[in-house]
Structures are given as C-alpha cells and as structure tokens.
C-alpha cells in the first residue's frame, strides 16, 4: 500500500513516487471529487491512495462497468472524477464506453487502463490503446511518475474542455516503478454541481444517437488540432540519422540504449498529430517506432504515407526491456556479470485453505471450471485440478455449457469462484442456469476479500474503501433468491470437507457450496491499513 511516510500528501515539494501514487496526487491536484473502480494489478494501489486524501470520495465498486457508470452520473452533475481499472476491466466497462463519446459530460471522467504486458498477474496481454481508437476518445500514455502526475491532471483539462472521457493508459512498469515527482497545490474548482437535462445530448434513442455520432467526429477534429499543438508530444532532435517514435515505458528503453538518436515521444498517442510526425520522419533517413505490443503506432503512421520501421514479429509478445531493446536495434553491449535471481513457482501460502479444497478437488474424477483470483493457482502441481480458466465470473457460465452437453454420462462438472468475483460477474451466470434449468454445481470460495490484488474490500466484507461499516451482502440469501436448489456453507478446514463436496455433486439440481474461511493474511493487512489510514485522514487538509 503505497509509501509508508505518505509523502504523496505533502503540499509541495518534490517526493519519489510510484507511478500509481502519482496519478493520485494528480487527480488531486486537478480538484477531483469522486474516484471509483475494481482492484486489479497493476493498478491498485491508484484508488488505495486516492482514498487518502479528504477531499476525494472513493470507492470500490462491484464491477467496472459500474464504477464507470457512478463516475458517469458524477461527472454530469459537473464532478471531476476518475475511473480506474487494469486492462481487462476495460472490457467489462465496454458497453458504456461504447456509447459515453456522444454524451455531454460537463464535468471531467480520466479512465485509467493499467495494462499488463507480460503478462505478471493477468489472463491475457491486450493493448488498450486500441480502445482509444475504436471509441473515438483521447489517450495519454506517460512515461514515468512525474508525468503520470502531470498527465493526470491534463487529462482531467482535456476531459472538461472537449466534454470527452480521456483514457490515461500505464503499464506495470510505470504502476510501479518509482521516479521523482515534481509536486504542486490543489486546483480551486467551482462548487457548483448541478444537473441540466438535456435528452438530445443524453438520452441515446437513434435520432440522438445520430447527432451524437456526427458530434463525435467533429469532436475529434478538434482533438486532432489539440494534439498537434500539445506539449505532450515533444521533439528532441538530434544530427543522428536514425528518427525514433514511441510512447509510454518504450520511450525509456529508447532512450537508454540510443541515445544519440532523435526522438519524437507521443505522450498524447491518439488522436496522433499527424503533421508533428510527419515533420519529424522528414528529418531522418531512418524512422523507427518502438512500442510494447501491438503495432498500434506504427500501423497508424504507415496509414499517413510515412515510410517508418518496427519491431520483429517474435518482440509482438511480452514486455519489452533495455536488452530486448537493444537487440531490436542490433545493437551489441557486454554486459557486466550479473547474479539471476532465483526462481520460485507461484503457490498458496501455507496453510490456505484453497490448498485442502484443491487437494479434494484434484482425487475426485471431475471437470473443473474455473475463474480469477488466487484459488487459479489450483491448476499447478501438485493439485493440477483447474481444467478451464476464461475470465472474470465465466466458471459458472462454463460448467453450465459443459455440463448440459456431457450430459449425465460423462464426469461431473464442477465451477469454483471466488466471492469478489461472484459478486463482480457470477451473479448473472448463476441466475442463467438456475433459469435454464442447469443441475450447476458451484463451490464459493469465501475469503471475505480481494485476496489477489491486495486483500480489497467489497460489498460482502460490510467495509467500504474508506474504512466505513456498511450493508453486509450475503452470499447464501442471494444464491437462495436466485432459486438455487441447494445452497450450503462450510468450513474448508473441518476434517469431512471432502464428503461435503461430493454430497454437493450428487445433489439432483443446482446446488451451491459456500466454503467460508478468512484469508490467513487479511487480517494483518486490515489492521495496517487503518493504522495507515488514521495517520492522514483525519487531518485538516489545507485547500490551495
């Protein structure tokens, strides 16, 4: 959780941050009110932080498409607020995304995308600037701390000022890398909230939809002029005939190894400033685009008739580094000897409970579906008991599908979830099968937190991200109002844990298991973090 001196919350003053403390203090700064999101790593830790400062509302959300939605409703009511997820939680916000472009907001909305290449802690690697593209909106990329700050807080400008949702996109380097950071006061921002209805502009019927379209388009025509003119994208030009363009972490790797090349740095990726690029290859004989992923920058670039050159295909896949780097650019370094760190494979922490569960799971001859969170390490040995792994709330919907179509001849099919992750996106895939008429059958792990990302509240823990008591959500009641046939609750650690889930398999219907016991860790955490809570919240902070 952060720095442990707090040194985010100072007034002024330069402090060494990472890159997720920093894009809190920018939203700070830039006079946000109201921050909401999902845990999920890298990004974390930006509403962690951001839950430190007082004049800030945060809040974990069930999902992401419903933070996104709360934020919606802030920012038309004039708020500043900010959205933060990683990379696949963009995907689950999509359909309000989708259509967010063609309403007025009259606020500000930053949509932080923490993506993940690598990938270190995620199912896939996606390159989300393609989102920016696809939804029309715009997208900063900064290349470390003090720019994730500065970024922030333009992004929050752009968003007022063109009445837009900007995507600010970091990566895991920049989550958590930890650079200096330049800081400044709090923006004054007015007061006055107010809602003004206006359906042409904010209810999406398709005679709406229409002139919100062509609103749109002339929107980024706008953002096009924006971006050519911003000092995001900055020039450093050299006598060099090699000409590099990139964007985010690939600008530092650029750097480190050429660094007597030319370099135009795109800290505002799209839309792209056409005539700055243009400008700058024209310089050189030799344009190279360096970027992680996908070919998104050099693929639009060679769409404006500009002659540029990328990285090999096998550098598609994971994140780049200086050495990677360094061989995309043929260039040859002896490097000093260096001691490789020894490598551990991933397990449960001794004594969890998800251990005992999979060792069960792993003896019975069935299909096991299953789903995000720390119970995935139960498809390594020594269990190797996990058989499918989709995404977010997918189990459920998975041994649904396989099951009907084995049928009653073939194993029996088995879903586990987590309860952050029930209550995120498996409620709908348990009310789907008990609709359709499925004989599902469902372990809840119930560890009474996000254990994954860093042991996060949610709604079934009765705690909110700001350490208040709320609602308790019930995890048995709701799958009993689903109409689950049989919902029953266990202990993992009693010594008949492994006749308790056969006797769910046998039950003729849908049946759910909820096997309840605290992450053995949670606890420590809980209480560390409401020391470090009580040590600033409760301060007076100063308005600038």
Known sequence: MGSSNHNFLENSGKALLSGNEAIARGFWEAGGIFASGYPGTPGTEILETVSLFKEVHAQWATNEKVALEVAIGVALAGGRCLVSMKHVGVNVAADPLATLPYLGIKGALVIVSADDPGPYSSQNEQDNRHYARFFKIPLLEPSDSDEALRYCKEAVCISQRFSTPVMLRVTTRICHTRTVVGLGPRDRVSSAIGFSPNPETQVMIPKYARLGHKNLEERLKKLEEYSEGSELNKEILSDNHLGIISSGMSFQYARETNPGA????????????AKKIKDFAGRYSKVMVLEELDRFLEKEIKSLGISVYGKPDRHLVGELNPSKVREIFKISRRDSARLSPSKRAPGFCPGCAYEKVFKVLSELDLYCMGDIGCYTLGVLPPFKAIHVNLCMGASIGLASGLSWVLGESQKKVIAVIGDSTFLHSGIPSLMDAVYNKRKTKVIILDNMSTAMTGFQEHPGTGITLEGDETKKIDLA???????VDKVMEHNPYDPDLREKI???????GSSVLILRAPCLLHEKHRKARALSKNEVRPKKREEH
């Open 262 to 273: 030319g370099f135009l740095k795109l800290g505002m990726s799209w839309p792209l400033p």
């Open 477 to 483: 009641s709701i799958c009993v109002a689903l109409g």
């Open 502 to 508: 056969k006797a769910l398999l046998e039950i003729d």
